[in-house]
Nanobody, 122 residues
């Protein structure tokens, strides 16, 4: 069964950093776009950034550009999200997802992790 598992969420103060991991099992990430999404209470799921695990530059939403960085370790079948200069408005459940298209539209992604909570206190 194809599975994505996120980890690394937690509580951090404004201005702090966190690194999230997204590990894939039962399939290789090589042929997928991996996106990170987030959903705050009462809001729609928002695309944050994505990467093509076979190369090319990542794409970042304006809200996180310059603060978040995505990287991959294909040998570990894992994608990482480094989040710096966190703000209270970054508070959300963060999800990673795998899909076949280079978009930030949630509907274009086929496989989803269970999510990990990120809370940024002011």
């Amino acid at each position: 069964q194809l599975q994505l598992v996120e980890s690394g969420g937690g509580l951090v103060q404004s201005g702090g950093s966190l690194r999230l991991s997204c590990a894939a099992s039962a399939f290789t990430l090589d042929y997928y776009y991996i996106g990170w999404f987030r959903q705050a209470p009462g809001k729609e799921r928002e695309g944050v950034l994505y990467i093509n695990t076979r190369g090319g530059s990542p794409y970042y939403a304006d809200s996180v550009k310059g603060r978040f960085t995505i990287s991959r370790d294909n040998a570990k079948n894992t994608v990482y999200l480094q989040m710096n200069s966190l703000k209270p408005e970054d508070t959300a459940v963060y999800y990673c997802a795998a899909g076949r298209r280079n978009t930030l539209r949630p509907n274009d992604y086929d496989y989803w992790g269970q999510g990990t909570q990120v809370t940024v206190s002011s």
